[in-house]
Structure formats: structure tokens, C-alpha cells
């Protein structure tokens, strides 16, 4: 297999779903004529047009209505948020609206809408450039919402939220967006239904379940864990938040004993948090030590890199609160 | 550029009756009227006057049923309110009929409608079933929405009735959007979206004004101004009283009408249609027009002195229907015959909604998703 990026699997995703469907539209700031702010979008413009490829003004309320107009008549709308945190500006189109016409409408209408945009911490944005709203999103009925970690899901998540009948926030991760892995060739179409785990790293005393960037710093810390400490971690990534997977997640719970949830959002009424309740709701026995949940500190997110790192549940939390965890 | 020189300004809430305007108070037998037409279309395009061609008789006979049976299935919802029938919050159209029904008659099938949480008359005036609609404003089973969606959120997608909104202007973009359906499709479908004066106040409005003008979207706004932002006139809100300015801002064609007149309703719609279809982008109506009952089922209208509804009273879409009927040499007779059969009509479509069965508890847990399994193979 070849190596790509995030970026460029994303890329490939939004052409390939344009030529298969012309229903496809891409709608945002800047996505056109610039290629997107982080060049998601670059030469689609060129290879589609401009009524393929929607250059809007800085009106998120509107072109997020508008979009929920065109998917009722079986346009299939990509909406771009140039950073997920203008969710809040659009949240009464996305969560008011998108997210519950189907049912307002008694199923008379569907709403094929993706709403993608990257999210999360690290590149020092701040407060209103560096939210996770994966954990906003999943707290309403009606919407998927997808974060992948890896080029591979990407690809394969993307092309099957934008064929999804539902609307689907799809997440992106800054950090995420250079980083390089394997998947097939534009002429190898594949497909990852929603709502299926993968079990990334295999092991045997403690789950850690988590997704978007957050799976590397994971993956980094069991590393640590292994290679200093001799703790087996095993790293499900949920892959999506809505419809979570537990049944992958409890399957390993059952082999461990023991479950961390990580994520970049809030851990305050978070997934983690949904996460562990469900563990104890659903399957208590699998437990043998209480399970837990990281998230992002319960502060806005700061500039300063030395702050921003203070706030971000990263590869150090991790490796802590699983010793930790053990311990007990 | 002919302002209307006595559209409704600012003051009292005597100032805010409307004044009386000789010509068309004439004809309707000395009655108060709203303001002239005033169809201030931009420079850039050459139409100064609407042309308000008379309409068939059985044309204004078929409008007269249809304002008259939104009419009495608003006074029907009233008292199903007042008997405790109807939950949560319902807001009725008596006074706004014409708006409703002149501009369905103009528009063709395969258009669209969006409209606001005031939106029975639009449901009615594009065809939904009084009975139905009834239904659902009870919550019954046999509501349009399966009693999910309620007064608020008229819906029939075979009649181009795309969703009425409980968020103030929010089902504008909408409309904005299956205008852009349209045009991406390279179909004439129009997009027609009504809301209130109070709308204009919010965010959302501006920033589809501004997109569909530049992007030339097949797309009507269609103000109901009926003088108050719920309970609040607009004096109390903005410095800008005449509400077609703010669209003009944006570039956009503005006709601020007479809204309790079908066809001066009907032949402003068609002409904003024509300019959709033929490409020359989005036009804003400003409908003068007066709610005759509350805000909401409910509403203690404290905000307005009774005589102001009275004298509107004599200047409402049903009482100008009438007199057009009668000067077109339509009897009293057959009129009352009219009212008669309207009247079983809707006492017919109470009838059905109050037979109609409670949903099912499962139904509670249907719709949230489509089950798309199928598209993820």
C-alpha cells in the first residue's frame, strides 16, 4: 500500500464522492478559489467548477441552513467549518435545526448533510480556534459524528458519511492533518461503515479507548507504558462517537479488566464520562478496577504553548493515570 | 423612488392603526385600508408599478374558500386551545390569510415554501388537509408529522411545504437553500419564505439577504408585517421603520403591498416568480398586513388598545375579499352558501382530529435516524 496523508485522503475522498455523485456539493469560506485554509479542499475548484465548489461570505448561520434546504430535495451538502469551534456560531442550524428535522418532520424528510472542519489543540490557537466538540455534538440526538485518527479512516469514514442518509459531523484533528500512513491507491474503493472500532494496538492489562489525535498520544503512551513500566495496554479507537461501539470496547474490557477513556474534549459530561457510565451500566462485572475517563481540563484553552500543554490530556496523563490505575 | 407616503409610522398605538387611503377606501365602501402599493423595485430594474390585473371571478372564489377555511379552522384551533385540546404554544394567522393564499396561487408546482412557526395558512393555502393539520396540532396519529411536529412545524413535502420553523427566521436559510437546489440543478423551481417584521432583526436574515442577492438565488422573501415583533411594535425596536429598506441594502428588489388584497398579493408574487425563474435573483415583498388575534393562543394582548383591533377589523382579507365578490356581482346568497360549506367542512376536519388515535408510545423512538444500513454496504 501506498503512504498518503490525512490531508490528502480527505482530498481524495471529496473528489472521489464528487465524480460518483453529482448531488455532491462543497459549501464554506475559502474551500474554492484558496483551497480551504488548511488546502483540504485545493483543486477541487478547478476540477469541478464553481457550482460544485461554493465560495461563501463569513455566514455560518446561513450557509449552514442552506445547506440543510438543498440535502431536503436530495442535494448531499459537505459543509466546511473552517475551524469545528464555529459550530457555536451555526449551533442553533446544526443542532436546532439539521439535527432534528428528520424527527420534527415525522421522517417526511431526510438531511444528508457532513459538517467537517478540523478541531482540537496543539498548534497554540487558543480559545476559540482549539475546542473538541466531539462530546457537544454526541449530546444531541440525530447527528453521527465521526473523528477518525488515520489517513486509512479518513478516507474510508468520510466516503461513507457523505452516502449517510443522517447528518454527520465529521471531525478533523490540526494535528492530525501532515501526518503520513498506508492506504490504497484513488482506483481502490473501500468503504468503513460508522459506528465500528478498531482495536489499534493489541494487549492484555488495561483498554484504553479513545479517538481522533488523541489515539496517537495513546498509542505513544503504551509505548512508554511497555517499554518502562511492562503494562499490556490495549488502544481501541472508537473511530466514531455516534453510534459508539461498545460492543468492541467491552470485548476488550473483558480481556483487561480495566478501561481509560481519552479524549480532547471536555472531560466534564464528556464521552469519556458517557463512556465509563455505560461500562458501569452495562457490563460492571468486566471491571476490576474503577474505570476512568482524561479530558481536556476544565478551562478555556490558553495560547501559550506551556499552558495549552498544562490543559491538553496527552501522552504524560495518560501514562499516569494508568499507573495509577494499576496501582490500585 | 415613491415611498409609501402612509405606510405605518412610528408614535402612539394610534399612530399605528392603519391610516385610511382615499382610492382604495372608496372602493371597499369607506373601510380603512393599509397602505398603497408601492413597488420600489431597484434601478437596475426598470418596473416603477405593479400592474394588479383582475383575477378570474372563480379564481377569487376559490381564494375566498381558502382564506375562509383557514379562518375558521384558526378560530376552531382557538377553541380547542381554550378547552385544553392543544398544549404548548400556537400561534394563529386570523388577519394574515390573504398573504398566504394570493401568493400560493401564484406560485406553480414544484416550488417551495418555508414559512414560520405562524404557518397554518401557508399549510393550508399550498394544499394540506385541514383535517390532518388539526390532527397534528393535537398531536394525534394522523397528524402530517405523527403529532412530533405540532402547530409549529408544518411539513408536506408533496406540496412543496417544506417546514415551518419554531426558531424566528431560521427556516429562511432553508429556503435559501432548496433555491440553490434549484439552481444547481438548472430546474425554475422558486423558493418562497415567509416570516414576520420581527425576523428581520435577527442575524441569520442578513446573512441570506446578502447571499441570495449576490448569488442570484430563485428566492422570494416574504415579510407578514403585521406591525408587532410578538408583543413588541417595531417603534420599540428599531430606528428603521420601513422594513423593505433593509433588503435594499443588500441589492435586492423590494415591493412593500397591500397584504390583505389577494391579488395585489398574487400579481406581486408573480412578478417576484418571474424574476426568480428568468434568472434575475431574489426579490423582498413587504406585505402591510394585521393580526387580528393574539400573538398566541393565550396572548393578553396588553400591548394594544381593542380599538385598534376593531378598526382593523374593517380592513381585513376576508372582508375584502367579500366586497371584491360582491362588486363582481357574486350574491350574498351564494356567499352565505359558501360560508355554509366551508363551515362543515372544517367542523368535519375537527370531527377526523378528534377521532383520530394518540400515537403509539414506539412511535416516540422513530425518526431519529434514517436506518441507513443500506447506504453503508
Keep these: 500500500m501506498r503512504r498518503t496523508t490525512y490531508i490528502q485522503a480527505i482530498n481524495e475522498a471529496l473528489r472521489e464522492e464528487m465524480q460518483r455523485d453529482e448531488n455532491v456539493f462543497l459549501i464554506g469560506e475559502d474551500i474554492g478559489h484558496y483551497g480551504g485554509l488548511f488546502r483540504v479542499t485545493r483543486n477541487l475548484l478547478d476540477e469541478f467548477g464553481d457550482r460544485r465548489v461554493l465560495d461563501t461570505p463569513i455566514s455560518e448561520q446561513a450557509f449552514m441552513g442552506m445547506a440543510l434546504g438543498a440535502a431536503t430535495v436530495g442535494m448531499r451538502p459537505v459543509v466546511e467549518l473552517m475551524y469545528m469551534d464555529f459550530t457555536l456560531v451555526a449551533a442553533d442550524q446544526i443542532f436546532n435545526q439539521i439535527a432534528k428535522y428528520r424527527y420534527m418532520t415525522g421522517g417526511l424528510l431526510k438531511v444528508p448533510v457532513v459538517i467537517r472542519g478540523q478541531q482540537g489543540g496543539g498548534k497554540h490557537y487558543g480559545s476559540q480556534h482549539s475546542q473538541s466538540v466531539d462530546s457537544l455534538y454526541a449530546h444531541f440526538p440525530g447527528i453521527r459524528v465521526v473523528a477518525p485518527a488515520t489517513p486509512y479512516d479518513a478516507k474510508g469514514l468520510l466516503k461513507t458519511a457523505i452516502r449517510d442518509d443522517n447528518p454527520v459531523a465529521f471531525l478533523e484533528h490540526k494535528m492530525l492533518y501532515f501526518t503520513r500512513g498506508e492506504a490504497p491507491p484513488p482506483d481502490e474503493e473501500y468503504l468503513i461503515p460508522l459506528g465500528k472500532a478498531d482495536v489499534k494496538r493489541v494487549g492484555t492489562d488495561v483498554t484504553i479507548a479513545t479517538f481522533s489525535y488523541c489515539l496517537h498520544q495513546a498509542l505513544e503512551a503504551a509505548e512508554t507504558l511497555a517499554d518502562q513500566h511492562g503494562f499490556s495496554c490495549e488502544v481501541v479507537d472508537l473511530r466514531t462517537v455516534e453510534p459508539l461501539d461498545t460492543d468492541t470496547v467491552w470485548e476488550s474490557v473483558a480481556k483487561t479488566g480495566r478501561l481509560l477513556a481519552v479524549h480532547e474534549s471536555y472531560a466534564n459530561c464528556g464521552v469519556g464520562a458517557e463512556l465509563v457510565a455505560r461500562a458501569y451500566e452495562e457490563a460492571p462485572y468486566l471491571l476490576k478496577a474503577p474505570a476512568r475517563r482524561l479530558g481536556m481540563a476544565p478551562v478555556s484553552i490558553p495560547v501559550s504553548r506551556v499552558l495549552e500543554a498544562e490543559v491538553l490530556p496527552w501522552k504524560e496523563e495518560i501514562v499516569a493515570t494508568v499507573l495509577d490505575m494499576e496501582r490500585r | ?377
Design chain 2, 1 to 377: 423612488m415613491k415611498l409609501a407616503d402612509n405606510a405605518t409610522r412610528s408614535g402612539t398605538a394610534e399612530d399605528l392603526a392603519i391610516q385610511s387611503n382615499s382610492e382604495a377606501a372608496e372602493e371597499s365602501g369607506g373601510l380603512a385600508t393599509p397602505a398603497s402599493i408601492t413597488t420600489d423595485i431597484l434601478p437596475s430594474d426598470s418596473a416603477t408599478d405593479l400592474e394588479v390585473p383582475a383575477l378570474p371571478t372563480e379564481s377569487l372564489l376559490e381564494m375566498y374558500r381558502k382564506a375562509l377555511a383557514i379562518r375558521l379552522m384558526e378560530e376552531a384551533l382557538l377553541a380547542a386551545a381554550e378547552e385544553g385540546q392543544i398544549g404548548g404554544a400556537m400561534h394563529t394567522a386570523i388577519g394574515h390569510e390573504a398573504n398566504a393564499v394570493g401568493a400560493a396561487y401564484a406560485l406553480q408546482q414544484g416550488d417551495y415554501v418555508t414559512c414560520t412557526y405562524r404557518g397554518h395558512h401557508h399549510g393550508l393555502a399550498w394544499g394540506m388537509d385541514p383535517g390532518r393539520a388539526i390532527a397534528e396540532v393535537m398531536g394525534r396519529s394522523d397528524g402530517f408529522a405523527k403529532g412530533k411536529g405540532g402547530s409549529m412545524h408544518f411539513v408536506s413535502p408533496e406540496s412543496g411545504m417544506m417546514g415551518a420553523n419554531g426558531i424566528v427566521a431560521a427556516q429562511v436559510p432553508h429556503a435559501a437553500g432548496l433555491a440553490l437546489a434549484s439552481q444547481l440543478r438548472g430546474e425554475d423551481r422558486v423558493a418562497i419564505t415567509f416570516f414576520g417584521d420581527g425576523a428581520l432583526f435577527q442575524g441569520v436574515m442578513h446573512e441570506t439577504f446578502n447571499i441570495a442577492a449576490k448569488w442570484k438565488l430563485p428566492l422570494i422573501f416574504y415579510c407578514e408585517n403585521n406591525r408587532y415583533s410578538e408583543m413588541t411594535p417595531i417603534w420599540r425596536t428599531s430606528s428603521i421603520e420601513d422594513i423593505f429598506l433593509f433588503p435594499r441594502a443588500y441589492g435586492m428588489a423590494t415591493m412593500q403591498i397591500d397584504g390583505n388584497d389577494v391579488e395585489i398579493v398574487h400579481a406581486a408574487v408573480s412578478r417576484a416568480a418571474e424574476r426568480a425563474r428568468s434568472g434575475s435573483g431574489p426579490t423582498f415583498i413587504e406585505g402591510i398586513t394585521y393580526r387580528l388575534a393574539g400573538h398566541m393562543a393565550g396572548d393578553l394582548e396588553t400591548y394594544r388598545p381593542p380599538e385598534e383591533v376593531e378598526k382593523q377589523k374593517a380592513y381585513e382579507p376576508l372582508v375584502v375579499l367579500r366586497s371584491k365578490l360582491l362588486k363582481r356581482g357574486v350574491g350574498e346568497t351564494a356567499i352565505a352558501g359558501i360560508d355554509r360549506e366551508v363551515d362543515d367542512m372544517i367542523d368535519e376536519a375537527v370531527a377526523f382530529a378528534e377521532k383520530s388515535p394518540w400515537p403509539d408510545a414506539a412511535e416516540t423512538y422513530r425518526d431519529v435516524f434514517v436506518d441507513s444500513a443500506a447506504s453503508n454496504a
